[in-house]
């Protein structure tokens, strides 16, 4: 192998590393037998949620994981992997987006991932993307904040309402 061809390599390796590093959240799935459309569906979906998803070789993975410092990920680097970095707010938003679809797709198969810098396993991605997204818990927050103002408010005007109804003395 020629040393231009080397160190090519070298920077894909670095790029993935990279982006191992800084994502939130990482799934790798094996999306094999989906149609075109499929995946491009598939790809809009994370994309609108800020997660990028993209086909890697195997080899690139298992240096890019090392060279990142992390372990516990080679065994999923097996067969046609495309990995999902989630960048944005919502750290599980990879995993909610590819459970979902995996549930109506039965091909696509998650293999693993990382969430926080901590690797999980599938059953622990599936767990996490069970949880509702940032904005639903900050709204059941906010609702729960309401009910207690929401019931005082009933009952000053369940109060008031009772004094116009009494005759005048």
């Known amino acids: 192998m ?3 061809t080397i160190a090519a390599k070298a920077v894909v390796v670095d ?6 590093s800084a994502a939130k959240s990482v799934v790798v799935v094996d999306y094999r037998g989906l149609t075109v459309e499929e995946v491009t569906d598939l790809r809009k979906q994370l994309r609108d949620s800020d997660v990028a998803m993209e086909v890697i070789k195997n080899k690139v993975l298992v ?15 097996v067969g046609p992997t495309a990995v999902a970095f989630g960048n944005g707010d919502d750290s599980i938003a990879p995993a909610r987006i590819l459970a979902k679809f995996a549930k109506d797709h039965d091909v696509l198969e998650i293999k693993g991932g990382m969430m ?4 999980a396993s599938v059953d622990e991605i599936n767990t996490y993307a069970t949880l509702p997204s940032r904005e639903d818990l900050l709204s059941m927050l906010a609702s729960e904040l ?9 009952a000053v005007k369940q109060v008031a309402d009772n004094k116009d109804d009494e005759p005048a003395a």
Request: charged share 40%; glycine share 8%.
């Open 2 to 4: 020629s040393k231009e």
């Open 15 to 20: 790029d993935v590393a990279k982006k191992l």
């Open 63 to 77: 240096r890019a994981a090392e060279k990142a410092g992390i372990d516990g990920l080679d065994d999923t680097f």
């Open 116 to 119: 926080e810098g901590k690797v």
């Open 146 to 154: 309401q009910s207690p103002i929401r019931s005082f408010a009933f």
